[in-house]
């Protein structure tokens, strides 16, 4: 907060958050982050945009492929959230590399949604 609004400093920050309540809290007047700032919302994350996106991501960077059905699995297991989409995706890749598979299939995605949920940070908000 010292650094947020330090005199004559120029700062950019940006918070992101799945819980609306939460980051509106920070924000409001008396609110721990209360400053002058510009608030805007990002829209959800479609299905289709995160499908695309794993798969083209891991293809291009992590050297693996994925399966649509594999990132449907781990969308439903998260319910698109964020952080547990993001989660399982790297409990999917980290078994893939670990069984040395070049390929995510609905098995491996369904084992990794597993191992995602034994997570203590899965039942975060």
């Known amino acids: 907060r010292a650094v947020m609004t330090a005199p004559r400093r ?3 920050f940006l918070f ?11 924000f409001e007047e ?3 982050l209360e ?6 919302e990002l829209d959800e994350i479609t299905a289709h945009a995160w499908t ?3 798969r083209a991501h891991m293809r291009e960077y992590l050297d693996v492929t994925i399966a649509r059905s594999a990132v449907g699995i781990l969308l439903d297991a998260s319910g698109g959230h964020p952080y547990r989409t993001m989660l399982a995706a790297n409990r999917a890749h980290a078994r893939a590399r670990e069984l040395v598979q070049a390929h995510i299939d609905d098995a491996l995605a369904y084992d990794a949604v597993a191992r ?8 975060l908000p």
């Open 10 to 12: 120029t700062v950019t």
């Open 52 to 54: 695309e996106g794993l």
């Open 116 to 123: 995602a949920r034994r997570d203590r940070r899965w039942s």
């Open 16 to 26: 992101a958050g799945s819980e609306q309540a939460l980051t509106e809290s920070l």
């Open 35 to 40: 400053v002058q700032g510009q608030p805007f």
């Open 30 to 32: 008396g609110g721990l």
